[in-house]
């Protein structure tokens, strides 16, 4: 029931909050403070970042109703100058996300990877990975 916060938008909010609160602290060596950010890149933070995406997300149900479990898919995407930066952050993300199990997440698994670069003079090297996050709230 949405009274008690299953299902709601606010249950999904604290994921993408919990989501990235887990990717800063594990990436803080390799990228600055303020650039792992949801659906966009803010203006001039600079590379290296890290742009979070919600492809998809479901919510688990029973014969009575909701279950209060959440499945995402989220897409993590690593841009930086270089290939070697954006290798590097994809072994950092990672090292902290797959099969990372703890606060509300019930389990966080790779699902696959692509890389590309960006055209133009200004290379931008980009790898991306997508998660399934298992996820639940805790009143629920």
Known sequence: DRARGEGGAADRMTMETDL???LQAGLAPLVPPG???WAE???GVDRPYVVLTLPSDT???TMQGRDGLRQSRVQVDCYGPTFASVA???VAVMDTLHGYRGGNFRGVFF???RSLREPGDDA???LSMDFLTHWRAENA
């Open 88 to 90: 590097a952050i994809r």
């Open 111 to 113: 699902d696959g990877a």
């Open 41 to 43: 890149h803010p203006q």
């Open 59 to 61: 919510e688990g149900a």
């Open 20 to 22: 990235r609160t887990l």
């Open 35 to 37: 650039s792992i950010n």
């Open 124 to 126: 931008v090297h980009r």
